[in-house]
């Protein structure tokens, strides 16, 4: 990073001010990259914006309203949100113990389809809701758990690394749940009467509570996944069972001669890790769309790999980030509405948002961010994993 | 291969007993054969059916009657297993034997699916061909994988890379050339070669400059890709209104497509599809038998060992990502202007990822990443000849979604050790810094 004085060196001393300022007005050191990788990315967004002429300014205008515009935009956004939580909770989870579940897309859709099937079970309307919905909500999550276990297991028992094989769970999944969903000779899962290809619509008794007739609904699925992620910290932080979570991801040979049982922790965190997939999952079944549709949660678990990022792998903070994320989808449409900007730019923003949080050397040089020492994601939370 | 996978594997090892892989899969190979002889050979229909070699006025082709097909295979999966079992002297067969039976399953595949249809005769040449040229962006990208992968770069971006070339390739065939001009055509085909080659580049900076982790800059071209193409399309490609236009032509390859009955069938094709194969085999001969593949293997392997041989191991994985990407590119070009000629959000549908899937079941090997390449290319086609067959089991369509996963399930067997063991370049997905 020497032989700094580049082209670029104006943009740097102006992004150092911003840094200064921000340094003496706020206490926000473990949260620069991150919000720094934000602003970076809507600047390049921008540029993009204005390159097909229209005013960048308007259009993130639009963008912000379509956000939190009023009442009805932020309960929409936070909707939005709400699986997100539960995918990057699935990601951030197995980086501490030092894998990469790139999985999340797979346990999401494991865990919708079991959540649709047991909440359209004839008898599930016989039950009230106060056991109706811990049972749809469980069913997801065990679906999820299921799908997240197999590469914890295939990785302990033959040592097929979970990034392969979690790829081609994903896909298998993929096709098996649009077989099932499609299918109308024999009819699996189809619900006959729709035109589009999605399962039966679940039981009345099993749909969560409406918080806000917002777009999309704001339900109690809210609270299931917050919760979690406070469950989450407490298990990380303060539990024997998340020291050596802990641990694993850190170095599981040094684990493994402290005598924790190294294959446990791996089946149990990728399961585990499937299980937070499979719950957001069936929140969304469940809350949002009351049946399931593969389509709905299409790149969410790869989303989570960015959000997870960019909360730098810490439960609580993944509720923000997911926020930021969710939102974001959830405002774009306006953004096209008034400014004619396609939706897409939200996307480029957000991978280049996973850019420059991936690659926080950029950002660091740009704004002169010092490597802070006890950054809570230092470089091992992951690397130990490829 | 990382630290807690040698952890995991060396737990794994010594808590395994009995049976090693060769018999499991004799074992495999034996009940196979039992339920093919005892069970379907008397189950389905006993007319006999024809394989043809060309399209229908009074095709050639061979007859047969399916039962005694099944049953030769039958009780050529048993001999495998036997073998498997016998003693020293012999056993040298049954590595052979077993490779003949896991070949054998196609022809088995193919009598089972003509048998269970109604229809009495089908064009298996055609559908050979059909293989051939599905398998297109399969090999291309399964080369792409193998250029990173050999050199030590994890590739998982290879959809991505595949979709920019595609989405870019086209808006400037579609902006440019109105999509109908040949020579803008191939101009085009540049453009999506050198897109895929520089968001290849974007991957090399990302995760060897940057050290970034390579699965997370493979998700970061994946996203961005979409993303971006998406964004193409909506402002661009759809704006000029063009969104369809000409593709490349079919020529036949000279002498060999005079041959008779299967010459025009097989050796007339597209130019993207003829370039797979010299990509192929130059892959072949450029990483294994140049000074230069030798050195991008090592990388991959041992790069500090490269480095003290003063193999130059920052620049080669540039170079090597870097032509992986141009190769990813023009398989980009075969889905947005050769196998049709449009652009669609999202248009390559985990190509990459089936890409990715037939280089693991191919070893990392290129004949081998092609082996899969075609075998998958071969399921695709085989859901569509299925569907057109109407083939039914017990009353049942074969959902073509169940030939579309089997690439993905046949992988995982794989990788998980069942059938021939799949290892992994030793120092992909390493960050490598320097020695100072």
């Known amino acids: 990073m020497n032989g700094a004085r580049s082209p670029n060196a104006g943009i740097s001393r102006a992004a150092g001010q911003v840094h200064r300022l921000l340094t003496e007005a706020w206490r926000l050191q473990p949260l620069y990259v991150s919000l720094y990788a934000i602003l970076l990315s809507f600047v390049v967004g921008g540029v993009l914006i204005s390159i097909i002429g229209v005013n960048p300014f308007a259009a993130y205008w639009a963008l912000s309203r379509g956000m939190v515009g009023g009442g009805d935009e932020i309960a929409g956004s936070v909707a939005r949100s709400v699986p997100f939580i539960g995918s990057a909770l699935a990601l951030a989870f197995a980086f501490r113990a030092g894998l990469f579940n790139i999985g999340a897309e797979g346990q999401l859709l494991a865990g919708g389809v079991t959540a649709a099937y047991v909440g359209a079970l004839s008898w599930m309307s016989d039950l009230p809701g106060i056991a109706a919905i811990p049972l749809i909500l469980i069913a997801g999550t065990l679906g999820g758990a299921i799908w997240g276990g197999i590469p914890g297991v295939l990785r302990t028992k033959t040592g097929a690394h979970e990034v392969i094989s979690t790829i081609m769970l994903n896909s298998l999944v993929l096709f098996g749940v649009r077989w099932m969903v499609n299918s109308r000779d024999p009819v699996v899962l189809r619900d006959t009467e729709s035109t589009v290809p999605r399962t039966d619509p679940i039981s009345d008794t099993a749909v969560l509570p409406e918080l806000a007739a917002s777009q999309p609904v704001l339900h109690v699925g809210l609270f299931a996944l917050l919760g979690v992620c406070f469950v989450v910290a407490f298990v990380l932080n303060r539990t024997t069972f998340g020291f050596e979570v802990g641990t694993v991801g850190l170095n599981p040979h040094a684990s493994h001669y402290a005598g924790i049982n190294v294959n446990r922790v791996i089946v149990i965190a990728m399961a585990a890790s499937g299980a937070f997939a499979g719950l957001a999952a069936a929140s969304e079944v469940s809350g949002t769309n009351g049946a399931f549709q593969p389509g709905t949660f299409f790149l969410m678990g790869f989303d989570g790999i960015a959000i997870a990022l960019l909360a730098r792998t810490n439960p609580v903070a993944i509720i923000a980030a997911a926020l930021v994320w969710g939102s974001m989808l959830s405002g774009a449409p306006l953004m096209q509405q008034e400014a004619d900007v396609s939706i897409d730019v939200v996307r480029i923003i957000q991978a280049l948002v996973l850019l420059f949080v991936a690659a926080d050397a950029i950002v660091r040089y740009l704004f002169r961010v010092r490597e802070s020492a006890q950054s809570p994601f230092q470089a091992t939370s992951i690397e130990g994993a490829v | ?436």
């Open chain 2, 1 to 436: 291969m990382s630290v807690v996978e040698q952890a995991a594997g060396a737990a794994g090892a010594s808590g395994r007993v009995g049976l090693d892989r060769q018999s499991v899969t004799g074992l495999v190979f034996g009940l196979l054969g039992v339920a093919l002889i005892a069970g379907v050979a008397p189950a389905i229909s006993g007319t006999s059916r024809k394989f043809n070699f060309e399209p229908p006025p009074d095709p050639a082709g061979i007859g047969f009657h399916p039962p005694t097909w099944v049953i030769s295979i039958g009780v050529l999966l048993l001999l495998t297993a036997v073998l498997g079992f016998a003693p020293p002297e012999v056993r040298g067969w049954a590595g052979p034997a077993r490779l003949l039976s896991a070949v054998a399953l196609i022809p088995l595949v193919l009598v089972l699916s003509l048998a269970l249809s109604d229809n009495p005769s089908t064009n298996v040449i055609n559908l050979f061909n059909e293989s051939l040229v599905l398998a297109t962006p399969l090999a291309l990208g399964a080369t792409t994988g193998l250029w990173c992968e050999r050199s030590g770069i994890i590739n998982i971006g290879i959809e991505g890379t595949m979709l920019a070339g595609a989405g870019i390739g086209y808006m400037a065939y579609a902006t440019i050339g109105d999509a109908q001009s040949t020579g803008w055509l191939w101009f085009s085909i540049l453009v999506s070669v050198l897109a895929g080659g520089l968001v290849a580049s974007l991957l090399a900076v990302l995760s060897i400059r940057f050290g970034v982790n390579q699965i997370v800059a493979g998700v970061v071209i994946n996203l961005f890709a979409l993303g971006l193409t998406g964004f193409l399309r909506s402002e661009v490609i759809v704006k000029t209104g063009i969104t369809t236009g000409v593709g490349t032509s079919e020529f036949g390859l000279p002498l060999l497509a005079e041959i008779p009955v299967i010459g025009d069938q097989m050796f007339r094709g597209k130019p993207i599809y003829w370039m797979m194969y010299l990509v192929v085999i130059g892959t072949w001969l450029v990483m294994f038998r140049t000074p230069w593949g030798l050195r991008v293997r090592s990388c991959g392997e041992n790069p500090h060992a490269a480095e003290t041989l003063g193999v130059n191991v920052v620049r080669i994985r540039y170079q090597s990502v870097i032509l992986g990407g141009l190769i990813a590119g023009l398989a980009g070009a075969w889905f947005s202007m050769e196998s049709q000629t449009r652009f669609e959000d999202n248009m390559t549908n985990a190509a990459g990822f089936i890409a990715l899937a037939a280089l693991i079941f191919g070893k990392w090997t290129p004949w081998g990443a092609f082996g899969g390449a075609l075998l998958f290319g071969f399921s695709r086609a085989l859901g569509t000849r299925l569907q057109f067959l109407g083939v039914e089991v017990s009353g049942f369509e074969i959902p073509s979604e169940f030939l579309q996963a089997l690439p993905f399930a046949v992988t995982l067997v794989v990788v998980a050790g069942a059938v021939g063991r799949s290892v992994p370049p030793a120092a992909a997905g390493q960050p490598f810094h320097r020695s100072k």
